[in-house]
């Protein structure tokens, strides 16, 4: 990831699973390297394993609908269709 002011962090197993089995590794590589670099240092900097799910269950949820990031508005240039929240870890 070129052009970034904060380290980069390397993709844990357990997130490129993830990204794999719900077919959102185009989605997250279509993304600036910074929100790449953000959601994954915001998923791996949490304590506990459950918040690492819960924030890895919203970067999965604004993958699928395209129009947000961290809880923001977004335009992708692939917005427009609608996909049900996913759900993987409690």
């Known amino acids: 990831?070129?052009?970034l002011t904060k380290p980069n962090y390397p993709m844990p197993a357990f997130v490129r699973k993830a990204l794999?089995?719900?077919g959102l590794v185009e989605s997250y590589n279509n993304r600036p390297d910074y929100q790449q670099?953000?959601?994954i240092s915001w998923i791996t900097r949490a304590?506990?394993?459950e918040t690492?799910?819960?924030r890895l269950n919203q970067m999965l949820n604004e993958l699928e609908r395209?129009?947000?990031y961290m809880n923001m508005k977004y335009k992708s240039?692939?917005?427009g269709r609608f996909i049900h929240p996913v759900h993987i870890y409690k």
């Open 1 to 3: 990831m070129p052009n």
């Open 20 to 22: 794999d089995e719900h």
């Open 37 to 39: 670099n953000d959601y």
């Open 47 to 49: 304590k506990r394993v």
């Open 52 to 54: 690492q799910f819960k």
């Open 66 to 68: 395209g129009d947000v």
């Open 77 to 79: 240039k692939s917005c």
